[in-house]
Structures are given as structure tokens and as C-alpha cells.
């Protein structure tokens, strides 16, 4: 015999109760404003500018050679990001790169994320606080400034 409760919870759908409601709530971040994680778009601008920086660079210095694009591209985010937390691109999207205490990420950090987001894929990859896998592997955050 089929108890009635059985049938409500499987109709009422999936327990919901251990998911987060938003971005960056599992640790322990804001909503929106300052500290929060930085979103898609302001992302895909950051890295725009810095990968259209990147390619003026190389276009004038190396006559466009798409690996010396990449190169002045992989330098500027492990000089900056190393040193300052942000590249040119993070710094005019409002966004920075943080350790989960709010310190800077230090150049080891910014080396193996930038290999790591060079290759593309750990970048597109990401978990329900959207931190990529570039950013998980050196526990790193995208935070809003």
C-alpha cells in the first residue's frame, strides 16, 4: 500500500533545503555590493579588455602572432593580479581577485590561475558559487570592489 506522504513528498520535488540561494552564500559572502562574487558579465567584460589590451600589445610589438598575444595576455594578469589583486580589465569591470580572508592572491596564486585560465577550460568550468576551476584550484575568489 502507498502511503499518502510518500506520494506528497515526491510530487513537492527535490529537497532544496542544503542549496544555497545565491552565489558565494556557502562562504559566507554578500548578496550583492562590494564582497559579493562578481558576476558572468562583469567577468566576460574584465577579460575582454584585458585579452583587447593584450591584442593591441602584441599587434604593434609582434605583428599579431596570436601565441605573443597570449604571452603579453598570461604576463599582465601575473604581473598585476600577482601584485595588486586586479588586471586592467578586473580593475574597469569593479571586480578583484581575493583570497576567502580578503587578501591579495600573491604570485604564485596569480601564476597558476593564469595557466590554468590560459587553457580555457578550468575557466568555464565552475561550481554553484561560481568560482572557476582556475580559482578553486588556488582558492581564489572574483569579488566585486
Known amino acids: 500500500m502507498v502511503d499518502r506522504k510518500d506520494i506528497g513528498s515526491w510530487l513537492s520535488g527535490p529537497d532544496t533545503s542544503g542549496i544555497s540561494k ?5 562562504l559566507g559572502l554578500p548578496e550583492s555590493g562590494p564582497g559579493s562574487i562578481a558576476r558572468a558579465g562583469r567577468r566576460i567584460a574584465a577579460i575582454m579588455i584585458d585579452w583587447a589590451i593584450a591584442l593591441l600589445i602584441s599587434n604593434f610589438a609582434f605583428d599579431g602572432n596570436s601565441w605573443a598575444t597570449l604571452g603579453v595576455f598570461a604576463v599582465e594578469q601575473i604581473l598585476l593580479v600577482g601584485t595588486l589583486g586586479y588586471s586592467i580589465g578586473h580593475r574597469a569591470a569593479g571586480i578583484s581577485v581575493v583570497r576567502p580572508d580578503g587578501g591579495a592572491p600573491g604570485p604564485l596564486a596569480a601564476l597558476v590561475r593564469t595557466v590554468l585560465l590560459c587553457l580555457v577550460v578550468p575557466a568555464v568550468i565552475f561550481d554553484p558559487d561560481q568560482r572557476g576551476l582556475h580559482d578553486k584550484a588556488m ?4 569579488v566585486r570592489r
Open 22 to 26: 545565491y552565489p558565494g552564500e556557502r
Open 139 to 142: 582558492n581564489t575568489l572574483l
